[in-house]
């Protein structure tokens, strides 16, 4: 009998072409692994556009950006983040990918180092007639930086703050999380309460900056990405916190994929760090699993990098 963890190519979704879109991002991250530009070629749109916060690209310059990416990390590795799932809804696609390598050239200025690194990549793509057409991406390299000795660890830094146990090498640690098919208790999730529960979180102590305006979440609330420890009072004090430095800071979604007791968003945050007067923007994207109403586990990528830049943590030819 097969032990492999099922996933939501296992009856999650609803549609036969919500179960096609699922398997057409799964080629689309066993292509850039395995550094297949004609696979890619079948699967992004002649017309495919990329979007980050610091500019597009097209199918051929995200064929050449990948590329690069290995060129710097030996054995890299985009993998489907199976705890999280790919989620669907209407025409687009959401999925958190975990990425690994080894340094073994040059990466932001920083000759090989032979490290092992580990981050994350997040995703929302549009699709039409069975292609990608349309990609919007987040990326944290701040893991990646920090690792490779580009960057000082600074994440100890806000947990001193938040008066906990600093991570080693100043690197929030993550945890897989929860598996996907998992026992879940409760009643079945519709995508709209999933889309609710999102809402409600960054209409709490995101936008509040109150620490106790965390109704979204459970009381044994899972913080996957470790920049806080798990339980909702560290959620609602680490944005007092980040509130208290970006008093004006607003966060737009720009796109939320929800599908049964899963949602997902990417935002773009805009705001003044508060000491310096320094304007800020960074992208953000969030994953959450919905259990009875509230946000039960969490997993996220930030743009830490020019984060921290606008506080003047780091340098800002990062």
Known sequence: MSTTPRTSLDGFHATKTAQQADELVRAF???VSAQDNAALDTILARNFLSYAIDGVRSRTALKKYYTGLHQSFSDLRFEVHENV???VENDLIALRTVVTGTHTGDYAGVPATGKPIQTSVSHIFRFRDDRLVEHWQVMDTYRILVKIGRLPGVAAQFQQLLGVPESPEGIFVEK???EFDASRKGRPVTRDESRAV??????GAITTGVAEDVDALAEAYIQNTGWTPDGRSY???AWAIGRG???DGLAVHIHVVAENDRVASISLWDGTITAAGTPVDFASA???RVEDGVAAEHWDTVDYVRLYQSFGLLPQDS
């Open 198 to 203: 999102s809402r409600r979180l960054y209409d």
């Open 235 to 237: 959620f609602g004090n």
């Open 176 to 178: 897989p999380g929860t």
């Open 85 to 87: 799932g790919v989620l």
């Open 29 to 31: 991250v066993a292509a």
């Open 245 to 247: 430095a970006m008093a």
């Open 286 to 288: 969030d994953f959450l």
